[in-house]
């Protein structure tokens, strides 16, 4: 079998073969421009990550990590089946949803002194236990509760007999390489590998494995344990959100057939074609960006060489949630699964 595909170059080879889905190179542009003028901004800086998301972390430190570590182990599979009935959870008067639910019910929990960042604690954790920490306020419980527990458990055991019951010691030994502690995390826990196959090569998104990385690099402000040399060569986070945002901003374009069976409301099953194709197209659209962007700043003499990938899925993510009402005409992909 052919060796496999790291996120990026399968972006490229999913986009080169893709039958459902398209890159436009005017939208791609079109996005570029729009994101250029906001190279300076919060929104496109490492520092946006504290300062934008009241619900992450403010302080840099060990039990900071554990959070982001604990956070992104349950980071998957938020979407509602109906947008009428949906989990929600209250933090300090306000109501969550989506995936600030869950940051939401963690720091809820940690409030009441549960300490469900530990890995002795969650490495132990039972089904009630969890389903506590993660209880709705409105009755609909958030999604695969059970796998939650899994991969929970899982991820604080291996803490434990790895890594000294800490995921800073895991960063320790990435000697400041974000594709060396993307590795260390993607073997050392089986949760984060996020692989499948298509037209006969093993292609990687490692969606939740690089989200991992760049949420502790915007953590730790890219500095000291978060400062990683390669923080650029992260993809985008391949999941629901960003294609949706990706087609309603005219970068990229999906087939009739496709668009109908997302009108639909079809479940795709992780490693469908079609589900592979929007995944690997957006990872390879938003590297289009980025070298449109880079091109703008040679061309007006702006420094602008701090912008990544990871930033521009991060603008991309809160430009989403802030635009739900006008991208309801394209609807998001379906699937329940622990890669997203």
Known sequence: MDALLLPKEAGKFISDNSKDVF??????????????VKRNSKELDATGWKLLHDLNPQT????SVNWVFVVDTLNFSFWS???????????????????????????RALDEGIPITNASYVANITL??????LRSDTGVPMPLIEERL???????????????????????????????????????????????MFQGKKVAFYKRAQILVADIWGL??????????????LTMFADYRIPQVLVHLGAMKYSEKLMEKLKQGVLFQSGDCEEVEIRGCSIWCVE?????????GAQKGCTNAHINSVLIDYYLWDYA??????????????VRCIYY
């Open 23 to 36: 890159i436009l190179e005017k939208g791609v542009w079109k996005v570029a421009e729009m994101l250029f």
């Open 60 to 63: 840099m430190n060990e039990a």
């Open 81 to 107: 089946e109906n947008d009428d009935h949906k989990c929600l959870i209250k933090y300090k008067g306000k109501m969550h949803s989506g995936f600030w639910s869950l940051c939401a019910a963690i720091n």
């Open 128 to 133: 009630d236990q969890l389903k506590y920490v």
């Open 150 to 196: 899994k991969v929970l458990k899982e991820a604080g055991n291996i803490l434990l007999e790895k890594f000294d019951g800490s995921f800073l010691n895991c960063i320790k030994k990435s000697e400041n390489s974000a594709q060396k502690l993307l590795q260390l995390v993607v073997e050392n826990f089986p949760s984060y590998r996020d692989e499948t």
């Open 220 to 233: 730790l402000e890219g500095k000291e344990d978060g400062f990683f040399h390669d923080i650029a060569s």
């Open 288 to 296: 289009l960006i980025l070298r449109c962007i880079l091109e703008l």
């Open 321 to 334: 949630r802030d635009h739900q009402k006008d991208m309801e005409d394209i609807p998001i992909h379906h």
